[in-house]
């Protein structure tokens, strides 16, 4: 069946660092693939979403290319924050259910 | 407007004790999640509602879970006899689109802890 495997985290930065988390998927037919965050305390968001290949999800300086050769969805910020410190899923939805990873959590040092 | 709600935000229970927990989705909504997050875990998928469509009940971890929605919008999740197992934190969202390329939007959760 399908399935998604994202990085372990816990993951520890400095602010300004570069941060990515690996997300790899398999899939039968054409899933759209999406990052949910969930902050302290709140409840999931959609962060950004891709529904087909090569199709490049962006917001909040977060950026995740669908690649399709490689089975992936990589999630990546170029200068993270302290207030991006959240757990982040990879998920991918095919027809109608949507499989989440595991979720890594960022912490973001000052 | 008004995101998911659900109720109640925590729940205590004793083991063996039936609980209910309710889901309001987004109005206009279609499609209406159930999932499971354990500690430390991620998103259990339980059940799954599309308009008046069969629900798809391939997530329920065993027969003491069962899930209705009424009139296309309310959702109930019963959990039967309850196990300390059964604790965790029961997320519920909703979509505007049946297929599923449409981000879902997440309540709050209801915290269930069983002793």
């Known amino acids: 069946g399908d399935s998604v495997t994202q990085m372990e985290g816990p993951v520890t930065l400095s602010e300004e660092a570069f941060l990515t988390i690996n997300c790899t998927y398999t899939?039968?037919?054409?899933?759209?693939l999406f990052w949910y965050v969930q902050y302290p305390g709140e409840g999931l968001q959609l962060l950004l979403k891709a529904t087909k290949a090569d199709d490049k999800g962006s917001n909040k300086g977060f950026e995740a290319t669908y690649r399709k050769e490689t089975t992936s969805f990589h999630l990546e910020k170029g200068s993270v924050q302290v207030s991006d410190s959240a757990v982040y899923f990879c998920a991918l939805t095919g027809g109608f259910k949507t499989i989440f990873g595991a979720g890594t959590r960022l912490f973001v040092k000052a | 407007g008004a995101g998911v709600s659900q109720s109640p935000s925590n729940k205590v229970t004793e083991k063996g004790k039936d609980v209910e927990l309710r889901c309001d989705p987004i109005?206009?909504?279609?499609?209406l999640y159930w999932y499971r997050q354990s500690l430390g875990q991620g998103l259990e998928f339980l059940i799954y509602f599309q308009g008046n469509s069969a629900p798809d009940k391939s997530g329920l971890p065993s027969d003491r879970f069962s899930a209705e929605r009424t009139g296309g919008s309310v959702s109930t999740l019963t959990i039967q006899r309850t196990q300390q197992e059964d604790s965790a934190v029961y997320l519920c969202?909703?979509?505007?689109?049946?297929?599923?390329?449409?981000?879902?939007?997440f309540g709050p959760g209801t915290r269930l802890t069983v002793t």
């Open positions: 899939a039968t037919g054409y899933p759209s």
């Open positions: 109005s206009g909504h279609t499609a």
């Open positions: 969202a909703s979509s505007a689109s049946p297929t599923g390329t449409y981000e879902q939007y």
